[in-house]
Nanobody, 123 residues
């Protein structure tokens, strides 16, 4: 099982990025997916999640209205579109596959994790 996150980079405040997370080794069509981030010296925190069919999405308050999570099950890929980026969005972003539980916002709700992609927002 591998999750490959990509799309990170350096962007100015107010700019946009789109992260991708491609899953391989097995299909995750029937699983929810999520994005977390970890800034230097801080705990890993929830950013966004999406249900297995894309019908439900969940966001941290800090990113609501700016970030959009989506998925393409045919490509086994989940995306995170990030707009109006702020310096406080700077972090390593991780994608993860949810377990069968009902929660979405905790680390323990996820079984598999990608390696992370760095997002740096300059002010």
């Amino acid at each position: 099982v591998q999750l490959q996150a990509s799309g990170g980079g350096l962007v100015q405040a107010g700019g946009s990025l789109r992260l991708s997370c491609a899953a391989s080794g097995r299909t995750f069509i029937s699983y929810g997916m999520g994005w977390f981030r970890q800034a230097p010296g801080k705990e890993r925190e929830f950013v966004a999640a999406i249900s297995w069919n894309g019908g439900n999405t969940y966001y941290a308050d800090s990113v609501k209205g700016r970030f959009t999570i989506s998925r393409d099950n045919a490509k086994n890929t989940v995306y995170l579109s990030m707009n109006s980026l702020k310096s406080e969005d700077t972090a390593v972003y991780y994608c993860a596959v949810k377990n069968r539980g009902s929660g979405y916002g905790s680390l323990s709700d996820y079984n598999y994790w990608g390696q992370g992609t760095q997002v740096t927002v300059s002010s």
